[in-house]
């Protein structure tokens, strides 16, 4: 249940983006219903949406360390939802671009509240794979999108300006059906015992105890060490920059570098694929999405199939060759893109390769941030370091790479490539050097808790157990 009602939204990102990237040569076009080029949808649209995103994330980020992770991953599920049907009636560009700024704030906002919980909720044996394959879901919605893209697209059953509509519509509907199942996902003990609420955090572990002992007919271990901890309403701003900055500056730089890597690599490659298959391989618009179906699905593969060696060969060794291992792959790709080598279905066969990998790597940056910090400034370290990161690669990216690939000068797109590829390469080098080993160990382990040094520095009497 946690994992369906939380790792869903993902779905929703990746069909999101995925749809957008689709159906830029059909906005474009004239009859569409917008008056809107090709290079304002892959450019200034999905610049606003990761701007969106960013800002939702740290307004977000801040209310669910605050007010909880339940109430927050309801409410951001409820903004995107609302800005996704608005933006299907979309009747000029401005609308468009202001609903998709709005889709992307409830979508940042998600990151957030849902990350944390996650890593709050899941066992920390199993942190590793389960965090990247719920990350990793996202790759399932970019197939949907894309063939849905392609039903949606197909003017024999859908008019050139209601398809496109349809598609963002269906979207809502997929996410009436994420907030049903949502509205059963517990709050996260950690965060109620912190703020004061032992009493329903002791019931929600005991009955999840419960039932695994009764499922399994054994009794599960008593805990072997316990913290003492001061109870808290909130966490200020500035304390989290301090403990975030000070205290952890060698995590902190991890953090952005990792961000930064994969927002470069994936949108050199993500937000210009369908202009990149239509202006060089001459590729139709309406089939583009058959494309991204196989990257997709490698992008998906990669997160399933190595998940489990980051909980066993290790954080380290696994985040960093991941990393440099795509970048070094999207340099090869470039090359043979340059010589006039590949073919729409070869280009496409070498964007799978390295997202395999590389889609891994980027799914264990946000498990990396959501780790490695202490427990009341989980959610707003997550946001901070996506809206960070992501702000440095997700909006200067696409503005970027949308003019090096329009450009139609096959040296402009190779330049698009190796710029994500050497960023990526070089988040690869810090891994190396500065990865946190928080394989199998409990969050408390890898970060102490502000309340716990709290509690240590007060009187007993002050101190909540």
């Not at 401005?94 to 704030?105: D, K, M, V």
């Not at 239509?278 to 199939?305: E, M």
């Not at 985040?319 to 496409?348: D, E, H, R």
């Not at 190796?418 to 160990?441: D, N, Q, T």
Request: proline fraction near 3%; aromatic fraction near 12%.
């Amino acid at each position: 249940m946690i994992v369906v009602g939380l790792g869903t939204v993902w779905i929703l990102d990746g069909l999101e983006v995925t749809v957008v990237g689709n159906i830029a040569s059909r906005l474009s076009e004239p009859g569409s219903g917008l008056t809107i080029t090709d290079a304002q949808v892959t450019g200034m649209a999905a610049a606003l949406y990761v701007a969106g995103a960013c800002t939702g994330a740290l307004v977000f980020g801040w209310l669910t360390d605050r007010y909880g992770r339940k109430k927050l991953f309801l409410i951001t599920l409820g903004v995107y939802l609302a800005a996704t049907a608005l933006t299907a009636i979309s009747f000029s560009a401005w609308w468009f671009f202001l609903f998709r700024f709005f889709t992307g704030f409830g979508i940042g906002g998600e990151y957030a509240a849902i990350n944390s919980a996650i890593d709050e909720l899941i066992p920390s044996r199993y942190r590793g794979r389960v965090d990247l394959v719920i990350n990793g879901s996202f790759w399932l919605g970019a197939m949907g999108g894309s063939l849905l893209s392609v039903l949606m697209l197909n003017t024999s059953f859908f008019a050139l300006n209601v398809g496109w509509r349809l598609t963002f519509a269906l979207g809502v509907v997929l996410g009436l059906v994420i907030l049903l199942v949502r509205r059963n996902v517990p709050e996260s003990p950690r965060w109620m015992f912190i703020h004061g609420r032992a009493e329903g955090a002791d019931e929600l572990v005991a009955a999840a105890e419960r039932r695994i002992e009764d499922e399994t007919g054994r009794r599960l271990p008593e805990p072997d060490r316990a913290i003492t901890i001061r109870t808290r309403k909130s966490t200020g701003f500035i304390e989290i920059a301090r403990t975030v900055l000070r205290a952890y500056p060698r995590r902190a730089v991890l953090g952005l570098a990792l961000f930064i890597g994969q927002a470069f690599l994936y949108n050199a490659i993500t937000f210009g694929f369908g202009s990149i298959l239509v202006r060089f391989f001459a590729v139709p618009s309406g089939d583009t999405g058959y494309y991204f179906v196989v990257i997709a699905f490698g992008n998906f593969l990669g997160p399933l199939l190595l998940s489990r060696l980051f909980d066993t060969v290790g954080r380290r060794p696994m985040i960093s060759g991941t990393y440099i291992l795509s970048g070094v792959l999207l340099f090869i790709t470039a090359w043979m893109f340059g010589n006039g080598w590949l073919g729409a279905a070869t280009m496409t066969a070498c964007w799978c390769v390295v997202l395999f990998f590389a889609s891994a790597g980027a799914s264990s940056a946000y498990l990396t941030v959501s780790e490695v910090f202490p427990m009341e400034t989980r959610a707003l370290a997550i946001a901070f370091f996506y809206a960070v990161g992501t702000a440095a690669g997700g909006i200067s990216g696409p503005l970027i790479f949308s003019e090096l690939t329009r450009s139609g000068v096959v040296a402009d797109t190779v330049l698009a490539f190796s710029i994500g590829a050497a960023l990526m390469v070089a988040a690869g080098l810090v891994a190396a050097f500065l990865a946190v080993p928080a394989e199998r160990r409990p969050l408390e382990d890898i970060a102490e808790p502000l309340s716990a040094r709290a509690a240590a520095a007060s009187a007993p009497g002050r101190a909540g157990g």
